[in-house]
């Protein structure tokens, strides 16, 4: 498939039969009201609806980044502003996981920082969904890499691995409106042309996920 033909796939003829079930969804509200034999029904349609919309969503925005189509080298930023913007898009939205703890110097990174602030969230948003179990956060930086870090105390069925290297998505209890929430998918498709990457380890009860982001030489 030409990637015109797939933009178009994805933007015009999933998109429409997708608007058409939210709307769909909210005049079916409207006329069951608080019937509690329709609550459960109703809450089914709506969690698939948002879901099925999120996972296309991301898968989309996951392979623009696969084909080099979204995001290329920016100017040099200070890695030490990636926290703030993090913690400010955490407040501004109020999601339900806590901002990082940071040990950053002056190191200067390439990765288009929007980007990079939403691959990170959604990480430890994704991390939430599939434990159930708020993630402790760290920014560190090391020799030629800023690291994020995410810290899960567990055994060793608490994450599946495979799933999470898979799942362009992972369906939250808690919808947001934000597009912050990508699987792990996009946030290793945004490190790797700049040379970074994930790693997903589990160890004497604590589960940790490192995210390396390289500095500028």
Known sequence: MKPEDERLFFEHDLATPLTNLQGAHYLLKMVVGNDPRSADAMEVLSHSVRTLERMLGWYWRTRELLDGREAG????????????????????????????????????????????????????????????????????????????????????????????????????????????????????????????GLELSWRSGLWRLECFVPVRP
């Open 73 to 196: 080298p920016v100017e040099p930023w200070p890695a030490s502003t990636l926290g703030r913007g993090i913690r400010e898009r955490l407040d501004e939205e109020r999601l339900p996981v806590d901002p990082p703890d940071e040990h950053v110097g002056k190191a200067l990174l390439n990765v288009p920082q929007e980007s990079l602030a939403v691959g990170l969230i959604g990480a430890a948003i994704t991390l939430l969904a599939a434990s159930k179990a708020v993630p402790r956060w760290e920014l560190e930086e090391v020799p030629g890499l800023v690291v994020s870090r995410y810290s899960l105390e567990g055994d060793a069925d608490l994450l599946d691995e495979e799933r999470l290297f898979r799942k362009v998505y992972w369906p939250s209890a808690r919808p947001m409106e934000a597009w912050l929430d990508p699987g792990l998918p996009y946030l290793e498709a945004l490190l790797k042309p700049f040379g970074g």
